[in-house]
């Protein structure tokens, strides 16, 4: 009976949400600190919450307790499962608790753990039941007070959420510190540090005249690495403040790196802890993708004090609420520190290369999603980079007033508590005079929508028509789906005279069906359609291959530019496949015109010239060839890089910068330089390798490094041996690097990729106990849609031993790693047989997580 309860998976609903029995207005921590055991005493002031008789339940994990005490004297209690029990007469009351855990041998990387000889916490879901007995929900909202006790030879900083108020030597080399959180937040936001750190420290001063200490904590060594973190800070904050009027609000903000981390960073109350690979920069370790990624998660995690921690989330269904929020917010201010259309191509790839796989898949949910397993498994590109497009959307709707408005509403009336997804919307209704009834359905349909686009043109009495019907596909649970609102921004341009035909519509198309006409189109008109990609869904048209080049050379709308250059390669590829040849003139052409075009930034020519992946290629097959769809990007490369070799090897000199400078000038150069060397190197031409291998071993920076490696490991050269080897040696110490030397292996588009991945899991640096270095090298192979599907079946294999292997350690971040074997619906007989025999595999492993279990029983459905 029991067993067989264990054995089905509990699955919370979001519809079961009731409030919580008990509050806790107030706890206060005391930590004896110790690697491998640690004293933590828990004293909470709890309160009945309505009228019940329920007794007061406090979750665990793994935690037994070794005194519990109710108003200071011995409570009677019991366990239920890993939860405690206690009976309580009245309203208001006193527990303790006392349990000991070893943070040295926490491999999950979930409450109190040990990463480098420091000792740090990761709260967010549930972890904060790891550390101690709580009502581990978000929303439970209370004040801490924080004691740490720790060696102060090891631990000689102890650091902890809010401000400090006091600190003191102990007995035996010790030393405590006592830090308060004046702000009630959840469990989920509760961390410390102690460790041996040093700190890079600023003064930021508030709009409103405040002067906040500014830290950011690394082991000494790495100091000279933060500047570019700290600098991203001070920018956050007062972007923060110019655009959306949200101010700090504590004494002190801190941020410390550790290496070992399962996600990217975490927005703990004043210390947010970081996976070191989002704070550490310098030109020789660190890519300008790597420096746009540190400020793009300092901006992040800091935005959270609002979007997050001032106002939280009711329930974990609402993740959303503060994860898609937070990425628009974030993704705005990246915007601003560079070219917003560059930066709305590089988000608008990495939605398609991950959440609308995700979207139709097995693993599809909606924004909001109603049930789950593990909630772990929801920190997905659904939540946070399609629900970020959700709050795009709205503020497309409202317009930016409207919008600033809505926001503000939305910060004011929800400060200090839990809110939902519905709160949001509500105000966004209320300050923007609108209804949004229909559009609520982004937040409960999953799948992407799909806008076919028909244009017509009735030359003799000047009129165009343009057709629009949507169809939104079934997703798992969800076979039937009503019409969304689609906010499309549509233009018309005249095809001989390249000018617009009226201003720019926005068109929200919220029927299955609707026509638009058009009047006084005297030329044939071109359709420039989801401009600014103003909704996340896939619009097909009847745009020829001439409208494409066209639209990429004179559509005034740079992201329209961009996707009509995309469009026509995909065509061209999609064509190359499916009927065994196509014709590269056009694409050629077309990149012939962008490349000479001087009024373009290079940055966004780097990304126009660019071919789609091979997994969106793969896409928008309805059986996915691996082996076809590389071989015809490869043979597309090789015209693009012969047809245009004089342009290639002119932007490559014309972008040579003689010193490192990280600025949007300096980036878009590199990226160019690059890109060219790419189709240098595709063309087959004979100096191909040596041009790598002299940037290779001339760079300044580690984005010209890499980038002549990348071409390298991609050949047939054996120059890539000898570079692999001085990029080994030059950085073996060096662990954010050495994870680029493994992930660069593992993407190579070499045939023998997946002999070589097997050999370096063998290698003496590789470790699946770190999440950084497992992901650089089974993350990045499970996404070489070349190598992991290779016929015989022995990627399939490989990723599968790794993930059973890995998923006794953390399972966290293997469940994440499951995605591309649950892909196996999109491949032919054969290779879905052998993947479906590994995910079946991994599911009969005893001991197997419930986050493993969750991801793997849903992909086999
Ligand atoms: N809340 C973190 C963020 O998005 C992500 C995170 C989730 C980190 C869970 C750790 C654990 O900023
Ligand atoms: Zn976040």
Redesign the pocket.
Known sequence: MIDALAATPHVTRREDYREPDWLVPEITLDFELDPAATRVRATLSVTRNGNHDRPLRLDGDGLTPLSVKADGTDAVYEMDGPALVVALPGDDHIIETEVEIAPERNTQL?GLYASGGNLCT????E?FRRITFFPDRPDVLSKYRVKMTADKARFPVLLANGDPVAQGDAADGKHWAEWHDPFPKPCYLFALVAGDLAANTATFTTLSGRAVKLGIWVRTADLPKTDHALHALKLSMAWDEKVYGREYDLDVFNIVAVDD???????NKGLNIFNSRYILADPDTATDYDYDAVAA?VA??YF?NWS?NRVTCRDWFQLSL??GF??YRDQGFSADQGSEAVKRIEDVRGLRAAQFPEDSGPLAHPVRPDEYVEI?NF?TATI?NKGAEVIRMMATILGPQKFRAATDLYFQRFDGTAATCEDFVACMEEAGGTDLTQFRRWYSQAGTPRVTATLEHEAGDGRAHLKLRQSVPPTPGQPDKAPMVLPLRIKLFGSQTATPVGEEQLVLLSDGDAQLSFEGVTERPVLSINRGFSAPVIVDTNRSAADLAFLSAHDDDPFARYEAMQQLMLDTLVAAVTQGRADHGPVIEAVANTLADPALDKAFVAEAVLLPSDSFIGDQLPVVDPEAIFQKREALRRDLGKALEQQWRAAYDAAKVNRFEYSPAGKGARRLRTVSLGYINASGAPDGADLAFAQFEGADNMTDRQGGLTSLVNSASDKRIAALDIFYNRYADNALVLDKWFQTQALATREDTAEAVEALALHRDFTLANPNRARALVGAFAVNQRAFHSGDGRGYRFVADQLIALDKLNP?TAAKLVPPLGRWKRFDAARAAKMRAELERILATPGLSKDMTEQVSKSLE
């Not at 990761?122 to 879901?125: H, K, L, S, T």
């Not at 981390?261 to 927005?267: D, I, K, Q, R, V």
């Open positions: 979930m990761q709260c967010e879901a972890g981390f399962n996600f990217g960073a975490m927005e998660v992040h995690e959270h997050g503060k994860e937070t990425v772990s920190y946070y966290q």
